[in-house]
């Protein structure tokens, strides 16, 4: 089984900046799709960002365009989340998720993810 381990969230000013890490275990990975979502309090939780596993397509959520950006997704390689001006919006628990459908594009929906890490907390006070 594919184990995934979130890494790097913290407290942080707004206005800062964070990278979280994504690691996978084991030497076989085979997902094509690797992304980042995220859960605040009493939300559901929302697509933050992806990366194609040759790292030729993003995606991002319109409320991150512009601050965060994924690296990364080739199998058995961290995929980094570089976040920058961080708001308290943000605060949430960001959870990092592996798709192994080869699709057009990635996928933005939880329901594509095959796995997902424990989630690791990010908080952004005022």
């Known amino acids: 089984q594919v184990q995934l381990v979130e890494s790097g969230g913290g407290l942080v000013q707004a206005g800062g900046s964070l990278r979280l890490s994504c690691a996978a275990s084991?030497?076989?990975?085979?997902?094509?799709?690797m992304g980042w979502f995220r859960q605040a309090p009493g939300k559901e939780r929302e697509f933050v960002a992806a990366?194609?596993?040759?790292?030729?397509?993003?995606r991002y959520a319109d409320s991150v365009k512009g601050r965060f950006t994924i690296s990364g997704g080739n199998a058995n390689n961290m995929v980094l989340l570089e976040m920058n001006s961080l708001k308290p919006e943000d605060t949430a628990v960001y959870y990092c998720?592996?798709?192994?459908?080869?699709?057009?594009?990635?996928?933005?929906?939880?329901?594509?993810?095959?796995?997902w890490g424990q989630g690791t907390q990010v908080t952004v006070s005022s």
């Open positions: 998720a592996g798709d192994m459908i080869r699709r057009l594009v990635p996928s933005t929906s939880t329901s594509a993810y095959d796995y």
């Open positions: 084991g030497r076989t990975f085979s997902s094509y799709v």
């Open positions: 990366i194609s596993r040759s790292g030729s397509s993003t």
